[in-house]
């Protein structure tokens, strides 16, 4: 008899805990539900804010620090070109330190492998570019007629280009 009450008290204990990990689990189910429908109800736009990390993503090569002007090698002779391709590659020779900082964006980081504007005159990649012809003359522009610094003149060239 005693091995009875033993045996209905064990089942009735195994129904019990069953009973508690269902209701437990169902629980769980539910609160996430309601956590998820809170969420989807709840939820506003976060306010417009600049991402400087998608910038630096985006951003074509370029040297950050100024790299000296022997170590990055000649570019192609401007007499070589004619009209604003001539100008361009004569910027390059006028300013190659500036231009060793600035991107380009006819993006031939990576098509070329060229490490910065200043690359796109190491070879004649410029002549058939307007992209860098454009973005050469307006830094010699800014570095001359404005005095600004290669750091200014690449914020104003992602501020034009980037788009």
């Known amino acids: 008899m005693k091995k009875n009450w033993l045996l209905i ?4 204990l195994l129904a019990v805990a069953a009973v508690l990990m269902v209701n437990s689990a169902n629980n769980q189910s539910q609160v996430t539900a309601i956590k998820n429908a809170n969420q989807s109800t709840v ?3 976060a306010p417009p804010q600049h991402d400087h990390s998608a910038t630096a993503k985006t951003m074509p090569a370029h040297f950050e620090v100024p790299p000296s002007k022997s170590s990055l090698g000649p ?3 401007p007499a070589s070109f004619t009209g604003i391709t001539r100008d361009a590659y004569h910027a390059a020779r006028e300013i190659p330190v500036t231009l060793a900082q600035l991107p380009c964006y006819c993006h031939c980081d990576q098509g070329f492998g060229h490490k910065s504007l200043y690359s796109c005159f190491q070879d004649d990649h410029a002549s058939h570019c307007d992209v860098c012809v454009r973005e050469a003359l307006l830094a010699l522009k800014l570095e001359k007629e404005q005095k600004l610094t290669a750091a200014q003149i690449r914020d104003t060239i992602v501020t034009q280009y980037s788009q």
């Open 9 to 12: 008290a064990g089942v009735a």
């Open 75 to 77: 570019t192609l002779d």
């Open 43 to 45: 939820q506003t736009p």
